[in-house]
């Protein structure tokens, strides 16, 4: 694979994976190990999120405003440091799933085209 | 709570770094953990479970630091954001930011500067080490206070004293310098060899005095000042053992001081050594002419040095002399202080208060651009901007004019004291030492920051309550904003009740100055001439020389045309020396353990003529009152009237010296030495009647006193004549005038000082008036433009706007004059010839402020009667 594919790589998914945080966190407030978990369980498999993505995703979300951070305990009994949604996360999300929308149905439009 | 808790995050993550990382790395160690957990669920062991889930992260630290790279990443780039936002909005209106960089610029640069000017002063004290140890000794004697010490005194204390490492003492003379290009006259200090090690005091060139240059026939070196060294020298290395010759006798250059040593005063230009067994100090044993200054052992309290001066004190006395002693010490700092402290600190409070009228003002300046901005502020808050952006975006406004102002404030503190030690130099030495060091900087650092976090964050969370739905609608300041405007009417109360007591301070410092400047000295000053010649041993080694001269030269000088009165004194009022002596009274003994003590002036005839002191009874001393006729003296009417306060001084008899003096005249007092003193006891007593041995002291320097209608005429001609008699003579001619200016150049300096601060203090008072009346009129343009509609005259919105500024500034104003009633007796003690209360300044000032508040308050009050009814109803 050359160094351009990877770049093309990295910021597809830097943007999918805000919004597939965004939304796996929709439900209920989670740790880290959860999100990643969460991801992999609602894109069946599709996406298994390292934490050398995972953590710095989050911690810029937090930083955006979008999340916030709590300490917490597992559900086993575990410090764990779980993040929710805030009010401009949900807005977050649902303009980015907005856009997304939009540019999946160009992208399909698009590449249907003869 | 959000928004507290977000600034919270913001300065943990910069404030508590190591917090920050801790918390990181748990939630690493927690991730690891989880997993770990979760594969042993899944059925594997444990040591392979966790080896497996550290595979899985890929490095913990790799993890760690790529986080760490975004948080500071997206930290520094909204900061980076902010400035660069910041800075356009301040561009964009250039007379908001000028105005507030101006006002914080002056108050912190004022601020520092007399921070610096009173840390150097009062705070650091004297430039020696450990000068916390120096004292200074005096006694005071029945009839006089603060007299310095006799060589016997000196001598008994120095070698019994069990508290003090080293005790020195000094005294002042004047040395003519020959055999370098002009003769010279330099002010030295004679000093016991030990002077230079207890101030502990290194020289910059050779050595200072050995513990034998104290004894007769060895005193004949020399130690220069830095600026005896530069003038004479022209600053050469091999200045040392040369050979100089100071009034006629030879002496040998020992050592070179260095520029920075000061230590009293900065017009001693050499130090001799003082050999205390010396005929001139035997011949004076108990003559109180040395200044004493001792280094307590360290550690000594000030219960041991009194308990030495109880028992010392009382050992001193020569046999037979029954003298009631208090003697005392004085820190050098207190000396060195002393008598600038209180102006000093008068003057720091002055400018504090100035500091806070300028950050009142700021904060009001800020307050009303916030509610200008609201509109601005909404709009963002609506496309999404977080209020954690915007208070930290106005925060960042403040900051960068806080950083303008402080670089202002620090560019006016170091121009404001070049500028001060230009002026002031003289009558402040310490001030050419100052500088603006750590101490300064770190204050105006401190001051900037604090300026700057508190103008954001009021503003920035007033903005931040507001309703912005409301704002957007145009609804608009209605609850919220008559809050910031109730605060900004707060603000300027607070301003001009400072302004005012600043001002009341300031008019009554002026009002005393004027006082001070009118303050009768007691004699003549207008169009008097005055010259002043030291007479040397080498020259004039005794009485007949001295006497000679003094006809000579008197005789000469009347000769001259254009002079209508001329005389001759020893010691000059408002010329820098005096001379006070014990005396005896004939039939008025004085009670045991008193000594009277009086000023004595040795004077020529007609020298009370010449100054106009007037000759109340009897007559003045002639030309027969000789050195062979009987003895015979004039008093003033403070001591006429404290012996024979209901008969005739003339007539009677006194004594200072061997014989009795009759008393043929008594004159008017006058003031001697300071305008702000009362006059003191004089006896005047012809100068050739002055004791043959006592002459060679106090009657060397001869002082000539010369009216004229053209002065300018007559001074050249009083130093050719002086200089014809005898060319060698250094002669210095000054007017009376001048040197009573001289001696209230402090206090006119400080006048000064007081008036530029309180100016600036009434300035940003009607920039804060203005600012709140220009806003109210803004924010009311409607409701004027409905009564304009409604038949409102202009008078009418006039007298209404001036209405609320003269009610805005009639509280602050009756705030600051109560508040002055009170603090001004701190005053007390630098005000000359008026009460702290005095009623002018109670009542003109009060006046002029309003009268001012009043113009301030007009320009805008001017604006609302112009408002067009049609215009400001359109938008309703």
């Given at each position: 694979m050359s160094a351009r594919d990877d770049d093309f790589k990295a910021d597809l998914l830097q943007g999918t994976l805000h919004l597939l945080v965004l939304k796996a966190l929709v439900a209920q407030p989670l740790h880290g190990l959860g999100v990643s978990n969460r991801i992999s369980q609602i894109t069946n498999g599709t996406f298994d999120v390292k934490p050398g993505s995972l953590f710095p995703a989050l911690h810029r979300m937090e930083e955006a405003g979008w999340l916030k951070a709590e300490w917490g305990e597992s559900e086993n009994k575990r410090r764990a440091k779980f993040y929710s949604l805030t009010k401009a996360g949900r807005r977050q999300l649902d303009t980015e799933t907005e856009d997304w929308q939009r540019i999946s149905i160009a992208m399909t439009s698009a590449l249907r085209a003869s | 709570m959000r928004l507290l808790s977000r600034v919270a995050s913001l300065l943990r993550n910069t404030t508590h770094k190591d917090d920050v990382e801790r918390d990181l790395r748990e939630e690493v160690n927690s991730y690891v953990e989880l997993l770990t957990q979760e594969k042993i669920r899944d059925g594997i062991t444990e040591g392979a479970a966790r080896r497996a889930a550290l595979v899985e992260l890929g490095g913990a630290e790799q993890v760690k630091e790529q986080v760490r790279e975004i948080r500071m990443g997206h930290f520094l780039e909204m900061r980076g954001q902010d400035v660069r936002y910041a800075a356009r909005t301040l561009r964009k209106s250039p007379v908001y930011s000028i105005t507030v960089a101006l006002v914080l610029g002056l108050g912190i640069g004022s601020t520092a500067l007399m921070f610096t000017i009173v840390n150097s002063v009062l705070l650091k004290g004297p430039p020696f080490p450990e000068s916390d140890r120096l004292v200074m000794l005096w006694q005071d004697l029945p009839q006089e206070k603060h007299v310095s010490f006799s060589a016997r005194e000196f001598i008994i204390w120095q070698s019994e004293t069990r508290v003090f490492e080293t005790l020195s003492a000094f005294t002042g003379n004047g040395f003519t310098i020959t055999g370098r290009g002009e003769p010279e006259l330099a002010i030295g200090r004679q000093v016991t060899p030990s002077f230079f090690q207890t101030l502990r005091a290194a020289p910059a060139l050779g050595r200072t005095f050995l513990?034998?240059?104290?004894?007769a026939g060895r005193d004949r070196s020399v130690i220069l000042s830095h600026a005896l060294w530069r003038d004479k020298?022209?600053?050469?290395?091999?200045?040392?053992g040369q050979p100089v010759v100071m009034n006629g006798e030879p002496y040998t250059v020992v050592g070179v001081m260095p520029e920075s040593f000061l230590f009293l005063d900065r017009e001693t230009k050499l130090w001799v050594p003082a050999a205390l067994d010396a005929a001139t100090f035997q011949q004076h044993f108990d003559a109180h002419m040395l200044r004493v200054i001792g280094r307590l052992k360290p550690g000594v309290s000030t219960q041991q040095l009194q308990a030495e001066i109880d028992v010392l004190g009382t050992r001193v006395n020569a046999p037979e002399d029954d003298t009631v002693r208090r003697f005392y010490a004085i820190d050098l700092k207190e000396i060195v202080a002393g008598e600038l402290r209180q102006p000093l600190l008068v003057l720091l409070a002055a400018v504090a208060f100035l500091l806070l009228i300028a950050c009142a003002n700021v904060a009001n300046l800020m307050l009303a651009r916030a509610s200008a901005r609201e509109p601005e502020m909404a709009i963002r808050s609506a496309l999404g901007a977080s209020r954690r952006r915007l208070v930290l975006q106005l925060l960042t406004e403040a900051a960068l004019l806080a950083c303008l102002g402080g670089m202002l404030g620090t560019g006016i503190a170091i121009w404001g004291l070049d500028l001060l030690k230009l002026f002031a130099a003289r009558n402040l030495p310490e001030l050419a030492t100052a500088r603006l060091d750590g101490t300064a900087l770190a204050f105006i650092l401190a001051a900037t920051t604090t300026a700057g976090v508190l103008f954001g964050l009021g503003p920035a969370f007033a903005t931040s309550r507001t309703s912005y739905l409301a704002t957007l609608k145009g609804a608009a300041r209605t609850t919220a904003a008559s809050g910031a405007e109730r605060t900004r009417q707060v603000l300027v109360f607070v301003e001009v009740a400072l302004a005012s007591l600043l001002l009341i301070g300031c008019a009554l410092m002026m009002r005393s100055f004027v006082a001070l400047v009118h303050a009768d000295p007691g004699f003549r000053t207008a169009n008097v001439i005055t010259a002043d010649a030291v007479l040397m041993k080498d020259r004039y080694p005794d009485a007949p020389a001295l006497l000679q001269f003094y006809r000579e030269s008197i005789a000469a000088i009347r000769a001259?045309?254009?002079?209508?009165a001329a005389g001759m004194v020893t010691h000059l009022p408002f010329g820098g020396n005096s001379w006070g002596n014990s005396y005896e009274v004939e039939q008025q003994p004085a009670p045991a353990g008193v000594q009277y003590n009086a000023q004595i002036r040795p004077v020529s005839p007609g020298y009370l003529a010449a100054l106009e002191i007037?000759?109340?009874r009897g007559r003045d001393v002639s030309e027969q009152d000789n050195e062979k006729a009987p003895g015979v003296a004039i008093v003033n009417q403070i001591f006429a009237d404290r012996f024979w306060p209901n008969a005739d001084a003339v007539g009677q008899r006194i004594r200072y010296g061997r014989s009795w003096l009759s008393i043929v005249g008594v004159c008017g007092a006058i003031k001697h030495s300071r305008l702000e003193t009362d006059a003191d006891a004089e006896i005047y007593v012809p100068y050739p009647q002055v004791d043959a041995a006592v002459m060679q002291f106090v009657g060397r320097n001869l002082n000539y006193v010369v009216h004229s209608a053209s002065p300018a005429l007559v001074a050249p001609q009083l130093r050719a004549t002086l200089r014809q008699l005898d060319p060698g003579l250094v002669v210095r001619v000054n007017t009376m005038d001048a040197l009573i200016n001289d001696s209230i150049a402090q206090p006119r300096f400080r006048t000064w000082l007081i008036g530029i601060v309180s100016a600036f203090a009434l300035a940003l008072a009607c920039i804060g008036i203005y600012g709140v009346i220009a806003y109210l009129v803004t924010q009311r343009s409607k409701e004027f433009g409905i009564r304009i509609a409604l038949g409102a005259t202009r008078g009418n919105i006039l007298r209404l706007v001036l209405g609320r500024t003269l009610r805005l500034t009639a509280a602050g104003v009756a705030a600051g004059v109560v508040a002055a009633f009170f603090l001004s007796r701190f005053l007390g003690t630098i005000l000359f010839g008026i009460s702290v209360h005095d009623a002018l300044a109670f009542i003109a000032v009060p006046t002029c402020l309003i009268a001012v508040a009043l113009l301030a308050g007009f320009l805008p009050a001017r604006r609302a009667t112009h408002v067009d009814p049609v215009t400001s109803l359109r938008y309703e």
């Open positions: - | 513990e034998d240059e104290g004894t020298f022209a600053m050469r290395a091999d200045v040392i001259l045309p254009a002079i209508d007037p000759l109340q």
